[in-house]
């Protein structure tokens, strides 16, 4: 849907995207109407700048303009909210708006048209000024208020009237005293008991991650197997060597990096934990695409570490870095979402100790990370305290039988145990 967010009250603009041709255009072509050039802009633009920047309305504020208004080139004039991502729109021409086609919250077919613009820049004595009056409209609105006296005074003693029904409460509070003495002191404010209801419409964003979950858990036969890993040696390696690789590479050295080369080698060895159904086929992949699980304030989103299986430590670090930070400004391109062939999700940056992961429809594994704590462990016949984490490995036992899911955790347990193994491909 396409969300358009104003410069002072919050609105959007929605309607559905699903359908949008790969070939689109930002806009539609230029028609000639006496000696005046126009164009449209339309809602075919989704496709076209879906690799352009992106734009979510927690971190930007996107103007829904008027008839009569001035566009600048390149300036953002909506947000198109798809399944995962918030991708802008930008005119691609400077000009005046003659018609607006949608208003915000409506929503509108696919293709539809969105503004109709003639074409021009801003004249010197013209719009422009009429832009800095609209933008200033507000303030104007205060400034009479200061030099109508007169006309306002009544606007002016109505928050003196306000100022009483603040009190008023304060009278009222004794009258609740009788039923709860204690809080006669302040306002009535329902903040212990409160029974109040919220609604708040579901972004596209969480109605697709809820569709697409319900058909995870309706189309796979999904089992989960668990194993713990002795984080001891990982966790040397780390303090040992992150210094030196921020201090080199400019990168934290996290423990993702080796979970996701302990998977593309576990992968290697049971390439069924790394295939898909297609039909009646199941499609093997000889590359390893890994899904990370990244959370949003619009919810969970899985850019793809493409050919992990090629990448070093440092590379996937820097990659899950670059994505980590896309997320969080809102910057994620629909391609960095798109395909992956095994996910990774950490629940343990929240405190997880232990859970089931659902799989990421039409991948056929997920690995779900955990929470490190120590614990006492038996070592070489003695009790130690040792940093432990349990991991689990939730699959599709359509194609992947018990045998090789918990191989694959043993492999995965094995290389984090012992990292050396890692670089000498054992």
Not at 194 to 201: A, M, P, Q, Y
Not at 308 to 317: L, N, P, Y
Not at 365 to 372: E, F, T, V
Request: net charge neutral; with cysteine; charged share 30%.
């Amino acid at each position: 849907m396409i969300s358009a967010v104003r410069s002072k009250p919050l609105a959007r603009l929605a309607r559905p995207l699903a359908a949008l041709p790969k070939t689109s255009t930002l806009l539609s072509t230029p028609i000639a109407q006496g000696a005046r050039r126009q164009l449209t802009i339309n809602a075919a633009a989704a496709s076209a700048v879906a690799t352009q920047r992106l734009s979510s309305p927690y971190h930007s504020q996107v103007r829904f303009y008027e008839v009569g208004e001035f566009i600048a080139v390149d300036e953002e004039v909506a947000t198109i909210e798809t399944d995962k991502v918030d991708v802008a729109v930008n005119s691609p021409k400077s000009g005046t708006i003659v018609e607006v086609y949608a208003n915000a919250e409506d929503t509108v077919a696919v293709g539809a048209d969105l503004y109709k613009l003639e074409l021009g820049d801003a004249p010197a004595g013209g719009e422009a000024p009429k832009k800095e009056e609209s933008k200033k409209e507000e303030p104007k609105k205060e400034e009479p208020k200061k030099e109508e006296p007169k006309k306002e005074e009544p606007k002016k003693e109505e928050p003196k009237k306000e100022a009483p029904k603040k009190e008023e409460p304060k009278k009222e509070a004794p009258a609740p005293s009788k039923a709860a003495p204690a809080s006669s002191s302040e306002p009535s404010t329902p903040v212990a008991f409160s029974r109040e209801e919220r609604t708040v419409k579901m972004n596209r964003m969480r109605q697709t991650i809820a569709r697409r979950l319900k058909q995870s858990q309706e189309t796979a036969a999904s089992l989960t197997t668990f194993n713990e890993v002795d984080m001891t040696n990982l966790m040397k390696l780390r303090s040992t060597y992150k210094d030196a690789v921020l201090k080199k590479h400019n990168v934290k050295l996290g423990f993702m990096s080796a979970f996701v080369k302990a998977s593309c080698y576990a992968l290697k060895e049971l390439p069924a934990v790394n295939a898909r159904i297609e039909g009646d086929n199941i499609v093997y992949n000889d590359y390893v695409d890994v899904s990370v699980a990244v959370a949003t304030p619009k919810g969970l989103v899985t850019p793809v570490v493409r050919n992990a299986e090629s990448m070093s430590f440092v590379d996937v670090e820097k990659s899950i870095a670059q994505y980590g930070a896309k997320a969080r400004d809102g910057q994620i391109a629909i391609e960095d979402l798109s395909g992956g062939t095994f996910t990774i999700s950490n629940g343990g940056v929240f405190g997880s100790m232990m859970g089931t992961p659902i799989i990421n429809m039409p991948q056929s594994a997920i690995l779900g990370m955990h929470a490190i704590k120590e614990r006492p462990v038996a070592v070489n016949g003695k009790v130690e305290i040792r940093p432990m984490m349990y991991i689990a490995l939730t699959y599709d036992h359509r194609i992947i039988d018990g045998r090789e899911a918990t191989t694959f955790l043993v492999k995965v347990k094995e290389v984090i145990e012992d990292p050396v193994r890692l670089l000498l491909d054992v």
